[in-house]
């Protein structure tokens, strides 16, 4: 099994800062490759909207209006995603979810997926 833990959401004013963090993980004796990390949000009464994606390399794609604001990396050695959010809006205001995208091996198991985070709000005010 494999278990996608988010955290870091928060309460800020317009302007803030926010850091948000996907900690992948699996049971004891699976091997994980995480290919990548993706970020999407969802405000109420929207769709979920694809925000970042970090590649095993690094290599960030960025939505259109987050370039510049949001920053995302990875920690390979730990299987984590990080979302840096600045200069954060009101119109960011959304809940917040990390899919982690790879590999799991158990014994002789091997499955590919992408496995989801439960969420986190994050809330702007103005």
């Known amino acids: 099994q494999v278990q996608v833990v988010e955290s870091g959401g928060g309460s800020v004013q317009a302007g803030g800062s926010l850091r948000l963090s996907c900690a992948a993980s699996?049971?004891?004796?699976?091997?994980?490759?995480?290919?990548?990390f993706e970020w999407y949000r969802q405000a109420p009464g929207k769709q979920r909207e694809l925000v970042v994606t970090?590649?095993?390399?690094?290599?960030?794609n960025y939505a259109e209006d987050v370039k510049g604001r949001f920053t995302a990396s990875r920690d390979n050695t730990r299987n984590t995603g990080y979302l840096q959010m600045n200069s954060l809006k009101p119109g960011d205001t959304a809940t917040y979810y990390c899919a982690a995208e790879g590999s799991s091996w158990y014994g002789s198991e091997h499955s590919v997926g992408r496995w989801w985070g439960q969420g986190t709000q994050v809330t702007v005010s103005s």
């Open positions: 970090v590649s095993s390399s690094g290599v960030q």
């Open positions: 699996g049971t004891s004796g699976n091997r994980l490759r995480i290919n990548a």
